[in-house]
T-cell receptor, first 114, second 111 residues
Framework: GAGVSQTPSNKVTEKGKYVELRCDPI?????LYWYRQSLGQGPEFLIY????????DSGLPNDRFFAVRPEGSVSTLKIQRTERGDSAVYLC????????????FGEGSRLTVL | DQQVKQNSPSLSVQEGRISILNCDYT??????FLWYKKYPAEGPTFLIS?????DKNEDGRFTVFLNKSAKHLSLHIVPSQPGDSAVYFC??????????FGTGTRLQVTL
C-alpha cells in the first residue's frame, strides 16, 4: 500500500517484557515520527527522525524507550521492561521533509501491558 | 501543562448546519496550526492548516480562523455532513519536529 504501515496492529504483553513496534513510512519520506496516544488524550510526541538520525528525542519518557531507523526508512520503537502505564496506541507518521507539520499517520499499534 | 486545549470533548450538530470546533493555546512560540480528523481504528488524517501570518484559511467546506491575540483558533465546517462525524484534533508547532495536540473534540453530525 501507499500509506504508513505499522505492525503489529495489536500487541498484548506482560509487565516486564520487551516489545518492538515497527513502522514502514511512505516511500520517499525522509522524516519519521513516533507519537503515543493514551485513552482520552491527543497524540503525544515521542521522537523524530530526519533520515537515519534521531533529530529530536525529547519526548521519550525514560530510558526504557528507544527507537532506531538504521537505513533511513523502516523504524522500530523498542520498549524494555514494559509497565502497565505504557499501554497506549503508538502512532507512527512520516512526511516529505518534516517542515510543514502535515504528517501522514499510520493506523497505530495498540499496546496492552497486563 | 496542557499547551493546546480543546475544552469541548463533544459536539452534536444537525446535518447541513455549521459545526464550530474551538482550540486555545498557551505557548506564544507556536507559529503553525493544524487540524486533524480521526475515525475509529484509523490514524489521524490532516485536514487543514494555518500559518501565524494569516488569520483565515479556507478549503472547501472547511475554514480555520486564527486569533493570535487571544491565542485561539477555530474550525468551521459548513455545511456539516454525516461523514464528518469523527474526532477532531487541534495541533500546534513552533518547530518542524513536533506537533503538540489537544485532547480532541468528538463531532457527531445527526440526520
Amino acid at each position: 500500500g501507499a500509506g504508513v504501515s505499522q505492525t503489529p496492529s495489536n500487541k498484548v504483553t506482560e509487565k516486564g517484557k520487551y516489545v518492538e513496534l515497527r513502522c514502514d513510512p511512505i516511500s520517499g519520506h525522509t522524516a519519521l515520527y513516533w507519537y503515543r496516544q493514551s485513552l482520552g488524550q491527543g497524540p503525544e510526541f515521542l521522537i523524530y527522525f530526519q533520515g537515519t538520525g534521531a533529530a529530536d528525542d525529547s519526548g521519550l519518557p525514560n530510558d526504557r524507550f528507544f527507537a532506531v531507523r538504521p537505513e533511513g526508512s523502516v523504524s522500530t520503537l523498542k520498549i524494555q521492561r514494559t509497565e502497565r502505564g505504557d499501554s497506549a496506541v503508538y502512532l507512527c507518521a512520516s512526511s516529505h521533509q518534516g517542515d510543514t507539520g502535515e504528517l501522514f499517520f499510520g493506523e497505530g499499534s495498540r499496546l496492552t501491558v497486563l | 501543562d496542557q499547551q493546546v486545549k480543546q475544552n469541548s470533548p463533544s459536539l452534536s450538530v444537525q446535518e447541513g448546519r455549521i459545526s464550530i470546533l474551538n482550540c486555545d493555546y498557551t505557548n506564544s512560540m507556536f507559529d503553525y496550526f493544524l487540524w486533524y480528523k480521526k475515525y475509529p481504528a484509523e490514524g489521524p488524517t490532516f485536514l487543514i492548516s494555518i500559518s501565524s501570518i494569516k488569520d483565515k484559511n479556507e478549503d472547501g467546506r472547511f475554514t480555520v480562523f486564527l486569533n493570535k491575540s487571544a491565542k485561539h483558533l477555530s474550525l468551521h465546517i459548513v455545511p456539516s455532513q454525516p461523514g464528518d462525524s469523527a474526532v477532531y484534533f487541534c495541533a500546534a508547532t513552533g518547530t518542524a519536529s513536533k506537533l503538540t495536540f489537544g485532547t480532541g473534540t468528538r463531532l457527531q453530525v445527526t440526520l
